[in-house]
């Protein structure tokens, strides 16, 4: 696939995740699963993010495009603690996800942490049993 095609393709992905985000924010924020209103509003900051900085990424240049930080359908070699994982993880919006397929939804504890970090950064998850060191060894957005 040619360079400018695959960023075409990129590029709509990207339009595509803020349609979903536009239209599925208010069913999300108020699925009811969240743990605390704590909860609940970070999450919602967390789209707002994600959202500002999509549309930041979609005004620039390809190499932004290309080669930027965590974000839904990327790919990431993740090192937790000691431990690098042996494959990559994708991503994904609710639904996608299954763990057999390493894939990592974008709602879980994991892939809050994850989206919008970069190469090299350290992230600490929280889990119900704890809270984990990530470093984010690549992202490859496919």
């Not at 695959?6 to 999300?28: C, M, P």
């Amino acid at each position: 696939m040619s360079h400018s095609l695959r960023t075409v393709s990129l590029r709509e992905e990207l339009v595509q995740q803020l349609v979903y985000l536009d239209e599925h924010k208010f069913s999300i924020l108020d699925r009811g699963t969240w743990e605390s209103p704590a909860e609940r509003a970070e999450v919602q900051a967390m789209i707002k993010r994600y959202q500002e900085t999509v549309e930041r990424i979609l005004s620039g240049d390809n190499d932004a495009l290309e080669r930027s930080m965590v974000l839904v359908g990327s790919r990431v070699s993740l090192r937790i603690g000691q431990e690098t994982l042996d494959e990559p993880y994708r991503i994904v919006i609710p639904g996608e996800a299954e763990l057999d397929e390493f894939c990592i939804s974008l709602w879980s504890p994991m892939g809050r942490g994850l989206i919008l970090a970069c190469p090299g950064e350290t992230v600490t998850i929280q889990t119900p049993f704890g809270s984990d060191e990530v470093l984010i060894l690549d992202n490859r957005y496919e």
